[in-house]
C-alpha cells in the first residue's frame, strides 16, 4: 500500500543497563542541528517525499481510511472537557501526558484508540525503527476552528527529530520559516514553502527540516494561492485530490491534527531505568 526510500534516522545507543537513573536520554544525532541527509536505501518511499523541501519531508494522501478518521474524531470529541488545555487560539490534548519542567516524560502508554493500527502501520514502513524507543510514546491533538492557527514555532530537542503528523477533517496549510531570518520585527513572516495538509493523510518531517526550520499555521478563514509552482504548495504532486484545490482556495472547517513523536527522556516512577525496545 505504501513505499519507503530512505532511513530516515539516526542510529541511538541503547543505555546502560546498570545505571542506577531513573531516566534514560537518547543521544542526539551528530551534527544535531546541521543534518546531512541519510543516504542509505530500505524500499522505494521516494515516491512520497516532497523533492522541493530540504531533507526530509515525506507525505502519504489517504494514510487512513474515511472510517478511521471518523472513529478518531468520536473518541477526540468525547474526551472529557478537564483533558483539554485551552490555548489563545487553539485547544489540545496530550497523550499519555505532559511533559514535565525538564522534558521527561513519565513512562505510561497511550491509549490504545492512538495506536492501533497507526502505529504498526507506521512501522511497516520503517519510520520508527532507529528511533530510541522504536516507535512514538507521546501524541498530541491539536483542534484548529477556521480563522485560527499556530505561530512559527519548533519543537525542540525533547523529541528525537522526526514527527508524523496525521490530519483529520478540513485541509490546512503548514508553512515552512527560516528559522533565523532577518527581519524588522515588526514585519509578517513570510513562509519560504507551503505543504498542503488534506485530510486523512499522513506528513512526516525529519532531519533538517526538523532541525532547521520553524513550521506554523497562519490563523486564516481561507487558504489560498493553492498551486503548483514557485510560491504555492510543495507537496502539490503527491496530493490524493488535485482537482478539490484546482480553484487555487479552500475554505476552512473543523481541522484537527495528531502529531506522533518519540520522547528521548523517559522516566519510570518505580526507578527502573527504560532502554530502548
Not at 537518547?26 to 523541501?53: K, M, R
Not at 526538523?210 to 499555521?217: A, D, I, M, S
Request: hydrophobic fraction near 30%; charged fraction near 20%; aromatic fraction near 8%.
Amino acid at each position: 500500500m505504501f513505499s519507503f526510500h530512505r532511513d530516515l534516522h539516526v542510529p541511538v545507543d541503547n543505555p546502560d543497563p546498570s545505571s542506577t537513573s531513573s531516566t534514560t536520554t537518547a543521544p542526539h544525532p551528530p551534527g544535531f542541528g546541521t543534518w546531512e541527509c541519510p543516504l542509505s536505501p530500505v524500499s522505494d518511499f521516494n515516491d512520497s517525499e516532497i523533492p522541493e523541501l530540504p531533507c526530509t519531508a515525506y507525505y502519504i494522501p489517504n494514510f487512513i481510511t474515511v472510517a478511521e478518521e471518523q472513529q478518531l474524531l468520536n473518541r477526540i470529541s468525547n474526551a472529557p472537557k478537564p483533558h483539554w488545555t485551552h490555548l489563545s487560539h487553539r485547544r489540545l490534548l496530550t497523550y499519555p501526558s505532559a511533559l514535565t519542567p525538564s522534558n521527561i516524560l513519565l513512562n505510561s502508554p497511550l491509549p490504545l484508540w492512538l495506536t492501533a493500527p497507526y502505529i504498526p502501520r507506521m512501522q511497516s514502513l520503517n519510520l520508527w525503527s532507529r528511533s530510541p524507543h522504536g516507535q512514538p510514546n507521546h501524541v498530541l491533538i491539536n483542534e484548529y476552528r477556521p480563522g485560527e492557527g499556530i505561530m512559527p514555532h519548533e519543537d525542540g530537542p525533547a523529541y528525537h527529530p522526526m514527527v508524523a503528523t496525521i490530519s483529520l477533517g478540513s485541509p490546512i496549510v503548514l508553512d515552512i520559516y527560516e528559522k533565523n531570518e532577518m527581519r524588522n520585527p515588526e514585519e509578517k513572516r513570510i513562509p519560504i514553502w507551503r505543504i498542503l495538509q488534506e485530510p486523512r493523510s499522513l506528513l512526516v518531517t525529519t532531519g533538517e527540516l526538523y532541525t532547521g526550520f520553524l513550521h506554523g499555521v497562519e490563523g486564516v478563514d481561507v487558504d489560498e494561492q493553492l498551486r503548483p509552482g514557485q510560491g504555492g504548495i510543495a507537496n502539490w504532486e503527491l496530493l490524493g485530490d488535485q482537482e478539490g484545490f484546482v480553484a487555487g482556495r479552500s475554505t476552512r472547517g473543523m481541522r484537527t491534527s495528531l502529531t506522533y513523536r518519540d520522547v528521548l527522556r523517559v522516566s519510570n516512577l518505580g526507578g527502573k531505568v527504560l532502554g530502548r525496545r
